[in-house]
Nanobody, 121 residues
């Protein structure tokens, strides 16, 4: 099973930016980001497939950008115009069933440790 290590989280004020990284132990064709806020279910944020086609949750469209460096086996999430409701622990995932067509956390069978993002108003 691929090992995933997320970094780049932190605390910012509303309107600020953060860039998350996820280092994978080996290449994966399709990867994505999920997040979980306290007391809430884990939800999908974005995915990117082997052809570079991206999928975003409506709540982050126009503010977040997912990208992937295949040479480094690293996934990124550039987060701009952050809002307090973006506060959550962010996790990356690789090649779940239906990756690239939906953002269903129930389809993911392996997670990294996550990285915390806190946005203050």
């Amino acid at each position: 099973q691929v090992q995933l290590v997320e970094t780049g989280g932190g605390s910012v004020q509303a309107g600020g930016s953060l860039r998350l990284s996820c280092a994978a132990s080996e290449y994966r064709r399709c990867m994505g980001w999920f997040r979980q806020a306290p007391g809430k279910k884990r939800e999908g944020v974005a995915s990117i497939d082997v052809d570079g086609i991206t999928l975003y949750a409506n709540s982050v469209k126009g503010r977040f950008t997912i990208s992937k460096d295949n040479a480094k086996n690293t996934l990124y999430l550039q987060m701009n115009s952050l809002k307090p409701e973006d506060t959550a622990k962010y996790y990356c995932a690789a090649e779940w069933v239906g990756c690239g067509t939906w953002l269903n956390p129930a389809a993911v069978d392996g997670w990294g440790q996550g990285t915390q993002v806190t946005v203050s108003s």
